[in-house]
């Protein structure tokens, strides 16, 4: 396992957090009210739509899990009006 990545998540916008990874954890670091969403893509494909959050899913403030039988590019943005981030570990 690689060191943990720490990115800031702007509000509204799509960010890629994981690229290629099979298992791992994602974990808000920003919480009291901000709401981390995630979504997934196979890797290499296209990114969601900024804005568009319709298929977006809660991350609870105890972080989520990667796990994917094939390798997947995970997404996160921020629901709201205050920027979040997130601590990846893959």
Request: aromatic letters at 4%.
């Amino acid at each position: 396992m690689a060191d943990p990545v720490v990115t800031a998540i702007p509000v509204d916008v799509w960010t890629k957090v994981a690229t290629n990874v099979t298992t791992g954890m994602i974990y808000p670091l920003k919480t009291g009210g901000i709401v981390h969403v995630q979504t997934i893509r196979d890797t290499g494909g296209g990114a969601p739509t900024n804005g568009d959050l319709s298929e977006a899913v809660p991350i609870p403030d105890e972080g989520a899990a990667i796990n994917s039988s094939a390798g997947i590019d995970v997404y996160i943005a921020v629901v709201g009006d205050v920027a979040g981030s997130v601590r990846a570990d893959l």
